[in-house]
Antibody
Framework: EVQLVESGGVLVQPGGSLRLSCEAS????????MNWVRQAPGKGLEWVSY????????YYADSVKGRFTISRDNAKNSLFLQMNSLRAEDTAVYYC????????WGKGTTVTVS | SYELTQPPSVSVSPGQTARITCSGD??????AYWYQQKSGQAPVLVIY???KRPSGIPERFSGSTSGTVATLTLSGAQVEDEADFYC??????????FGGGTKLTVL
């Protein structure tokens, strides 16, 4: 079964840091680009970041540029999001999603900045 | 980057046709994609490349574009189709854009 499982979401204070992880299974992770997409409580979807299959290309939303870093470990079928200088407006459910357009999504992990 | 505009809500009775629009300068240069997100669940891709349906998506879901407007049509809407719907595209710089979302009510 194709699956993405996010982890690492917790309650953190403003200005703090957090690292989210996403473990992939059931497909050849190394050939797919990946994304992080977030959804603030009661709000719509907001794309956060993209990474190509070989990590050579990375894109970020303006709202997180300079604060968040996307990375992946293809040997461990894992995607990461390092989040620094967190703000209240970063509070959201964070989804990892496969490919562009995203065709497989995880269930999300909740980050609360307060 | 592009902006995509959707109506906040659309309401239909069961069996009626629901149409959800997504307007933006990205179209028709870029493809439109549509996601359905039911309450408490992750989004599901229901239309890709303007009008194609992924496997497993019911035939009552269809998509089209005309000029700068992409439209998701749900023919014969069912109560279980109630959800938030989001359009999506990408720009030439690799940035991803989601529309603001449309809440579909079927009652």
């Amino acid at each position: 079964e194709v699956q993405l499982v996010e982890s690492g979401g917790v309650l953190v204070q403003p200005g703090g840091s957090l690292r989210l992880s996403c473990e992939a299974s059931g497909f050849t992770f190394t050939i797919y680009s990946m994304n992080w997409v977030r959804q603030a409580p009661g709000k719509g979807l907001e794309w956060v970041s993209y990474i190509s299959s070989g990590s050579s290309t990375k894109y970020y939303a303006d709202s997180v540029k300079g604060r968040f870093t996307i990375s992946r470990d293809n040997a461990k079928n894992s995607l990461f999001l390092q989040m620094n200088s967190l703000r209240a407006e970063d509070t959201a459910v964070y989804y990892c999603a496969r490919d562009n357009p995203p065709d497989v999504w995880g269930k999300g992990t909740t980050v609360t900045v307060s | 980057s592009y902006e995509l505009t959707q109506p906040p809500s659309v309401s239909v009775s069961p069996g009626q046709t629901a149409r959800i629009t997504c307007s933006g300068d990205a179209f028709p240069k870029k493809y439109a994609y549509w996601y359905q997100q039911k309450s408490g669940q992750a989004p599901v891709l229901v239309i890709y490349e303007d009008s194609k349906r992924p496997s497993g998506i019911p035939e009552r879901f269809s998509g089209s574009t005309s000029g700068t407007v992409a439209t998701l049509t749900l023919s014969g809407a069912q109560v279980e189709d109630e959800a938030d719907f989001y359009c999506y595209t990408t720009d030439n710089s690799g940035n991803v854009v989601f529309g603001g979302g449309t809440k579909l009510t079927v009652l």
